[in-house]
């Protein structure tokens, strides 16, 4: 079977094909600035030459009806008739407390998806917009959701609730529900795989750093604490994103900045993080740069982001008493060699030993701690959508 893997955003489509007989990818692509004038679709056909498409597309149902369309292509295509594809797989970024698991989409499915509009206002609307284009386009295969928030929903209540008055958790349900699960889940699978030690058996740490970050603690094959909460915005320091803060912050700056709530929201969101405090940008690459070159400011922000990162190693350590494996992936994770060093100096008390040469390396899947290290330290490149494909084709056949 093959299976359509789609990801949609508010204004962009990524979708790959997989082919589940050896779980190999025949495309992958992405559709741009979707409702935006100027869209673009790229499609690459593995081991063929990409296909740059420039057409404007209104809204998602017209974006994915040109990716059907590309992937019969005669002569960029990878399919021979969209009959081939046997199941199509959703990434969903919240599933509230509702699932635990990836599952077939029904009436009953979209509804709670949209009973999360409320508490992922960004992503979940756009999530189910591509799944109802999809169905409308492909209305006789099995569609399947994938939540972020799904593996994290094995966390206990003391871990995911909040010091807060209970009603709100009643009436709102205001706890910690963590996000890019999906990423979590395949690389502490794998990590187990190179420890050798079946899943129930291992504790695990994942960093998940990207431009959005996330820490995981895993125990027992079930997530025990993990740093995202009941929004993204809960955490590590993150390319745009604050983390966690004293949240007296909020009313203070609200009233010295005369911000409503939608713009404190997006203060937080979009102008705080390494792109706030370092003046710099939000991606890494330029921040380090910059500290590089003498900029006080890059340089500061590295130190928080560093401290926030060893920070919750700590506390993951603590609540997982000791843990086999730290496992360091995503665009920062898999590629940032001196982030790495500097996360992992001085943690020896924590059994926590990096060989600084192994780990001059980017993208693959790899142990860098030295020989005597008590705690492994993984390099382990992110799948997300096979994930996605597996769960697809599971609940499919
Ligand atoms: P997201 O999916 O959250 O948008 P990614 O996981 O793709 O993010 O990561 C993107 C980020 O990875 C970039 O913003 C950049 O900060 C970082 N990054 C990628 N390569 C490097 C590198 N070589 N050194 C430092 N940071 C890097």
């Known amino acids: 079977m093959k299976v359509l893997v789609v990801n949609c955003g508010s204004s962009s489509i990524k979708y790959q094909v997989v082919d589940m007989t050896d779980e190999s990818v025949l495309a992958v692509g992405l559709v741009d600035r979707v409702g935006i004038p100027g869209t673009t679709l790229k499609h690459e056909p593995i081991g063929k030459d990409e296909v740059l498409i420039k057409k404007d597309m209104p809204d998602h149902t017209a974006g994915m009806k040109l990716v059907l369309e590309v992937l019969i292509n005669e002569e960029y295509g990878v399919l021979k008739s969209m009959d081939e594809i046997g199941a199509a797989g959703h990434r969903v970024v919240h599933g509230g407390e509702g ?7 029904t009436d009953e499915v979209k509804k709670v998806i949209k009973d999360c ?39 206990g209540p003391a871990n995911y609730m909040y010091a807060l008055p ?8 205001v706890r910690r529900y963590g996000f890019h699960g999906t990423s979590h889940f395949y690389v502490s699978h794998r990590a187990a795989e190179m420890l050798g030690k079946p899943f129930e058996e291992c504790k695990i740490i994942t960093l998940h750093l ?37 949240p007296a912050i909020v009313f203070f700056l609200m009233e010295k900045l005369g911000m409503d709530a939608s713009e404190a929201n997006s203060y937080f969101n979009k102008k705080s993080g390494m792109l706030g405090l370092s003046g710099v940008s939000n991606d890494l690459r330029d921040v380090l740069e ?14 928080v982001y560093y401290n926030k990162l060893k920070g919750y190693i700590g506390n993951y350590m603590a609540k997982l008493n000791g843990c086999d494996c730290l496992v360091f992936t995503a665009g920062v994770g898999e590629n940032a060699i001196d982030i790495r060093e500097n996360v992992c100096a001085d943690l020896d008390y ?22 005597d290290s008590k705690v492994r330290i993984f390099i382990i490149p992110t799948n997300e959508e096979l994930v996605i494909a597996r769960d697809t084709y599971n609940l499919a056949k």
Do not use: W
Not at 121 to 141: D, R
Not at 350 to 371: F, H, P, Q, S, Y
């Open 99 to 105: 699932f635990a698991e990836s599952v077939i989409i």
């Open 290 to 303: 910059a500290a590089a070159s003498g900029n006080e400011r890059a340089q500061i922000a590295l130190d």
């Open 350 to 371: 924590l059994g926590i030993k990096m060989d600084v040469a192994k780990n001059k390396v980017r993208g693959k899947e790899v142990d860098v701690a030295t020989e």
């Open 210 to 246: 990207g431009n959005g970050a996330s820490m995981a603690a895993v125990k027992g094959g079930k997530v025990v604490d993990t740093s995202m909460g009941f929004t993204p915005l809960e955490g590590l320091v993150m390319g745009t994103r604050s983390g966690d803060i004293d």
């Open 117 to 155: 509009f409320d508490i992922a206002p960004l992503h979940n609307p756009p999530n189910l917009m591509g799944i109802e284009a999809c169905q409308e386009l492909m209305s006789n295969i099995p569609h399947v959701a994938v939540f972020d928030t799904a593996f994290h929903q094995t966390m």
């Open 166 to 173: 209970y009603e709100v958790y009643e009436k709102y349900r």
